[in-house]
């Protein structure tokens, strides 16, 4: 198994626009979750999804969005992009739902917004 | 709310030298805590938690309550250990993970 898997690895958008970030879970993982990591800070959690249902959402706009499909994979959608939303997007699928259970981390999206 | 402090950035020390790494936390129902490792090109990973009571590459941590906080010791670091780590928490009660800013631990030879 490649353990997470995350694509893309890079994304250069430009303010206003939208994007797509990708995820798939270790085979046999059911929860997946989503943390916003900007430069010098930890990561910070976004969305959790377990079984197709959001779960759990930290304090991020509407403009953030997701979706976990049959097959476990996930997408995060952000809308209206600023600048501020330049970051390290990491995706992070655990065997249960409960994030107390380990969490495995995929390489990230880089996104830089222009 | 839930909250992690890692007070420090950077911890810098010879091969040998014990390593504290600090971390306190606020969370006011029962938390879960956790130690997170990346090491330089990889992948943030999993250290260790609290609720195992585990040694893991010769680290430890112990929860106090009475001072909420969740340091990561080790008696003799190894230049291996030079990686960057985050103390995270949860609560029993929800899914979100919650981590502190990290601090670069650097062993020098």
């Known amino acids: 198994d490649a353990g997470v898997t995350q694509s893309p690895t890079h994304l250069i958008k430009t303010r206003g626009q939208q994007v797509t970030l990708r995820c798939s879970p270790i085979?046999?993982?059911?929860?997946v979750s989503w943390y916003q990591q900007v430069l010098g800070q930890g990561p910070q959690f976004i969305f959790q999804?377990?079984?197709?249902?959001?779960?759990g959402r930290g304090n991020f706009p509407d403009r953030f969005s997701a979706r976990q499909f049959p097959n476990y994979s996930s997408e995060l959608n952000v809308n209206a992009l600023l600048l501020g939303d330049s970051a390290l997007y990491l995706c992070?699928?655990?065997?249960?739902?409960?994030?107390?259970?380990?969490?495995?981390f995929g390489p990230g999206t880089r996104l830089t917004v222009t | 709310a839930q909250r992690v402090t890692q007070p420090e950035k950077l911890l810098s020390v010879f091969k040998g030298a014990p390593v504290e790494l600090k971390c306190n936390y606020s969370?006011?129902?029962?938390?879960?805590l956790f130690w997170y490792v990346q090491y330089s090109r990889q992948r943030l990973q999993l250290l260790l938690r609290?609720?195992s009571r585990e040694s893991i590459k010769g680290f430890t941590a112990d929860l106090n309550k009475g001072e909420t906080s969740f340091h990561l010791k080790k008696p003799f670091a190894q230049e291996e250990d030079s990686a960057m780590y985050y103390c995270?928490?949860?609560?029993?009660?929800?899914?979100?993970?919650?981590f502190g800013k990290g601090i670069t631990l650097s062993v020098r030879p």
């Open positions: 992070a699928s655990s065997f249960q739902e409960r994030s107390s259970y380990e969490q495995y």
């Open positions: 085979s046999g993982h059911k929860s």
């Open positions: 999804y377990y079984e197709k249902e959001e779960r």
């Open positions: 969370y006011s129902g029962s938390p879960e």
């Open positions: 609290h609720i």
């Open positions: 995270a928490l949860s609560g029993l009660d929800n899914s979100k993970l919650t």
